[in-house]
């Protein structure tokens, strides 16, 4: 239950006040017309109850993020397959869930999808298109695991970048929301160069998958079956481990928070990483809800109709007698 006046509410307490002080007074100083009197101070408590508009809460929403391009870097290396994420599933599911997640909290931005293994691609540009978003997340697929040589986790930077100035470029009064897919193992021998992108990050989140112990994970081909589970030189199933130092150290060179999911419901994450206050207005939380006050006017105005009944059967008595 919540309040939403129709009015500001000092005057409602205030009108409130002498409407049901006069009228609780007449009540005790008028016996002879107690139950008109009476009707009235309930029909008085309605209206000011309904001028305090009362509702009934309903789900946060929230609005058209029309002004803002979100650009998802999605991890595709054979660790994407291991499958240590909820229920047992795979790191790639967790993505596609949780893009299509997003995708439905901020109606109306354009989306971009990047993903990287042993490079970058675009695979997506920007767009409203929803259904074009849904078939792109569905058609994500790790890498052909017999190429895989090792990958840096930032060696989608150079894309990201450029993919970022040409937004700023074209659309400068938009904002640019980064949000990473990734499990933060550095498989390269090389250190991962860090995310240089000062001014083109507005908000995002780093979004990590997996667990300290890890997951096995398929071979993948490159048409996107899989086969049986990675081993290593000596024939012991590979593991694939998620490194959470490394995933907020990418966090903190984008200048956004970093949020762990083990699946379940996207909100905390979207509220830690808060898009909405990148551009005002766009794709801010509202919380919507069901009023009341009608339910208060239809019996204040039925306890109105018995008062006028009431009424002009006493004033008809009145004049029966009158000489």
Same mark, same amino acid.
């Given at each position: 239950?919540?309040?939403?006046?129709?009015?500001? =509410?000092?005057?409602?307490?205030?009108?409130?006040?002498?409407?049901?002080? &006069?009228?609780?007074w007449?009540?005790?100083a #008028?016996?002879?017309?107690?139950? /008109?009197w009476?009707?009235?101070?309930?029909?008085?408590l309605?209206?000011?109850? +309904?001028l305090?508009?009362?509702?009934?809460?309903?789900?946060?929403?929230?609005?058209?993020?029309?002004?803002?391009?979100?650009?998802?870097?999605?991890?595709?290396?054979? !660790?994407?397959?291991?499958?240590?994420?909820?229920?047992? @599933?795979?790191?790639?599911?967790?993505? @596609?869930? *949780?893009?299509?997640?997003i995708?439905?909290?901020?109606?109306?931005? /354009? &989306?971009s999808?990047i993903? &990287?293994?042993?490079?970058?691609?675009?695979?997506?540009?920007l767009?409203t298109?929803?259904?074009?978003?849904?078939?792109?997340?569905?058609?994500? @697929?790790?890498?052909? %695991?017999?190429? %895989?040589?090792? %990958?840096?986790?930032?060696? +989608?930077?150079?894309?990201?970048k450029?993919?970022?100035e040409?937004?700023?470029?074209?659309q400068?009064?938009h %904002?640019?929301?980064?949000?990473?897919?990734?499990?933060?193992?550095?498989?390269?021998?090389?250190?991962?160069?860090?995310?240089?992108? *000062?001014g083109l990050?507005d908000?995002?989140?780093?979004?990590?998958?997996?667990?300290? +112990?890890?997951?096995?994970?398929?071979?993948?081909?490159?048409?996107?079956?899989?086969?049986?589970?990675?081993? #290593?030189?000596?024939?012991?199933p590979?593991? !694939?481990?998620?490194?959470?130092?490394?995933?907020g150290?990418?966090?903190?060179?984008?200048?956004?928070?970093?949020?762990h999911?083990?699946?379940?419901?996207? !909100?905390p994450?979207?509220?830690?990483?808060?898009?909405?206050?990148?551009?005002?207005?766009?794709?801010?939380?509202?919380?919507?809800?069901?009023?009341?006050v =009608?339910? &208060?006017?239809?019996?204040?105005?039925?306890?109105?109709l018995? #008062?006028l009944?009431?009424?002009?059967?006493?004033?008809? /008595?009145?004049? @029966?007698?009158?000489?």
């Open positions: 239950m919540s309040w939403h006046p129709v009015i500001p =509410w000092p005057l409602v307490v205030l009108a409130g006040l002498l409407l049901l002080g &006069f009228t609780g007449r009540v005790v #008028d016996s002879r017309h107690r139950v /008109r009476i009707l009235r101070l309930v029909t008085s309605l209206m000011v109850v +309904a305090l508009g009362p509702a009934v809460d309903g789900a946060i929403a929230r609005q058209a993020a029309s002004n803002v391009n979100v650009f998802f870097v999605v991890d595709t290396t054979t !660790s994407s397959m291991a499958r240590d994420h909820e229920e047992g @599933r795979t790191r790639l599911e967790g993505y @596609r869930e *949780d893009i299509a997640a995708q439905e909290q901020m109606p109306g931005a /354009r &989306f999808i993903t &990287f293994d042993y490079t970058a691609r675009v695979v997506m540009p767009t298109d929803t259904q074009a978003l849904k078939t792109a997340t569905e058609n994500l @697929r790790a890498e052909d %695991s017999q190429y %895989s040589g090792g %990958s840096s986790v930032t060696v +989608a930077q150079d894309r990201l450029l993919t970022l040409g937004a700023k470029e074209r400068p009064e %904002s640019r929301v980064v949000f990473y897919l990734g499990d933060g193992e550095q498989t390269s021998s090389d250190q991962p160069a860090p995310f240089a992108l *000062d990050v908000g995002g989140a780093v979004l990590g998958y997996g667990t300290e +112990a890890g997951g096995r994970m398929a071979k993948t081909n490159a048409d996107g079956s899989t086969g049986e589970d990675v081993t #290593d030189a000596s024939g012991n590979g593991v !694939s481990k998620i490194d959470e130092e490394q995933l150290s990418i966090a903190d060179q984008l200048g956004v928070p970093y949020v999911r083990a699946g379940g419901d996207i !909100s994450a979207l509220e830690e990483a808060d898009p909405g206050t990148t551009v005002e207005g766009a794709g801010a939380s509202i919380e919507t809800y069901t009023s009341l =009608w339910i &208060f006017a239809v019996l204040m105005s039925a306890l109105l018995v #008062d009944f009431v009424t002009t059967r006493e004033i008809g /008595r009145l004049r @029966r007698v009158d000489p």
